[in-house]
């Protein structure tokens, strides 16, 4: 066999692989512990979704239906990216299948930056496809938060949960664009020191601003789990071109403030997942330090 032929058929048993495990959903299980964590959300689970890109798993997503609802979660928070921004017309189907979710409990969505490139896209009745969408999702109960926050409440204990619209700029490939210090204040506001405070926010690199700002969990997406995972490496490449980036899949920890990355459900602009690098679902446990 000639090293063309071997070449050839390495990269066909890589493709092969790479269908495979974008098809296998798997559940992976994170534990924070906090001291500002409320009695009331001792033992709580979130189910963090994120990088769906318009993906289907089964039927109108009834694979992945079935998932969630095994999990059990308390709340279902997605970091963004659950939509294609080249593809408005095939958001109905992503905003049904989040609707349905509220039938297992709530739902809060932050945008990731293919939501937020949806503005630029208009209907022919002059709607942009960004507010279709949403006006879609908040029709079947499902809480959008736009730089904006929402109480979630048990009992007497609250919890802060906040989504954060990171402008596209920070986005560029091939680059990291410094972010100001006032930044996110500036969109989110004062962060209260006493409730634990959970951000959604897209991309993990700006994990230092989100902690200093005062995010006690954050929940990211964006990276795909580093598209190729290397055996002690981790990740290979960012969807921004970021070799080796530095938070790829995970938990993180930062000065007390934790970062929870998913590794996404889709793939888009790199339709390759390999490595053992599953579409997952992140389900984090929230344990009352004392």
């Known amino acids: 066999m000639g090293l063309k032929t071997a070449g050839l ?33 001792d033992g709580v689970k979130l189910l963090l979704l994120a990088d769906l890109h318009g993906k289907s798993f089964g039927p109108q997503n009834r694979e992945l239906y079935t998932y969630v609802k095994a999990v059990g979660p308390d709340y279902i928070l997605s970091a963004g990216d659950m939509i294609v921004k080249t593809k408005p017309e095939k958001t109905a189907g992503t905003a049904r299948f989040l609707g349905q979710l509220t039938k297992i409990c709530p739902v809060c969505c932050a945008n990731g930056n293919h939501e937020l490139s949806l503005r630029e896209h208009r209907t022919a009745e002059g ?32 919890v802060d949960v906040s989504g954060l ?13 410094p972010m100001r210090s006032d930044y996110i204040r500036r969109k989110l506001g004062a962060a ?4 634990f405070r959970i951000l959604l926010g897209h991309y993990p690199n700006y994990f230092p601003q989100y902690a200093a700002w ?42 007390g403030s934790f970062m929870v990355v998913s590794p996404g459900l889709g793939t888009h602009s790199v339709n390759i997942r390999f490595g053992g690098n599953y579409p997952e679902l992140s389900v984090i446990i929230l344990k009352k330090k004392r």
């Open 127 to 158: 709607v942009s496809a960004y507010e279709r969408y949403v006006g879609r999702l908040r029709q079947l109960g499902v809480t959008v938060l736009e730089d904006s926050t929402a109480l979630l409440v048990r009992g007497e204990s609250c």
């Open 9 to 41: 058929l390495a990269a066909g048993g890589c493709l092969l692989r790479s269908e495979y495990e974008k098809r296998q959903l798997r559940i992976r299980r994170y534990t924070v512990a906090h001291e500002k964590i409320p009695e009331g959300f």
């Open 192 to 195: 209260d020191p006493k409730r």
């Open 214 to 255: 005062g995010a006690d969990l954050t929940l990211s997406g964006h990276m795909h789990g580093g598209t190729v995972r290397l055996p002690g490496a981790g990740g290979l490449m960012s969807p921004n071109f970021e070799f080796f980036p530095a938070y790829d899949r995970g938990l993180y920890e930062r000065n």
């Open 165 to 177: 619209d990171l402008g596209l700029c920070y986005y560029a490939r091939g680059r990291h664009v």
